[in-house]
């Protein structure tokens, strides 16, 4: 089972990217789809996910800035990203679970590679 995130990339403040996730392989359906990011020291944290029944929770840091779609029984999802801040600057993880899981980045199943999203002011 792979997951590909692609999407990152440099922005300027205020700038907007579109993040995308594939699940692809051989899987059991999936639960829930996740975005997570991780800045140079700090621990990687968790933005926002997305159920099977298409319900989605978000960050504080991110609510009304970020918007998270797609369709988790497809095993594709996308994160809008809006008025992006320096703030913002991480490596994004896309992750993905069999069951339904607190939004911390233990005990997922899956994770993708990774991608850069750098937003300069």
């Known amino acids: 089972v792979q997951l590909q995130a692609s999407g990152g990339g440099q922005v300027q403040v205020g700038g907007s990217l579109r993040l995308s996730c594939t699940a692809s392989g051989t899987i059991a359906s999936l639960a829930v789809m996740s975005w997570y990011r991780q800045a140079p020291g700090n621990e990687r944290k968790f933005i926002a996910s997305i159920n099977a029944n298409g319900g989605t929770y978000y960050d504080s840091r991110v609510r009304g800035r970020f918007t998270l779609s797609g369709d988790v029984a497809k095993r594709t999802v996308y994160l809008q990203m809006n008025s992006l801040k320096p703030e913002d600057t991480a490596v994004y993880y896309c992750?993905?679970?069999?069951?339904?899981?607190?939004?911390?980045?233990?005990?997922?199943?899956?994770w993708g590679q990774g991608t850069l999203v750098t937003v300069s002011s």
């Open positions: 992750a993905a679970n069999l069951r339904p899981i607190a939004n911390t980045p233990r005990g997922y199943n899956y």
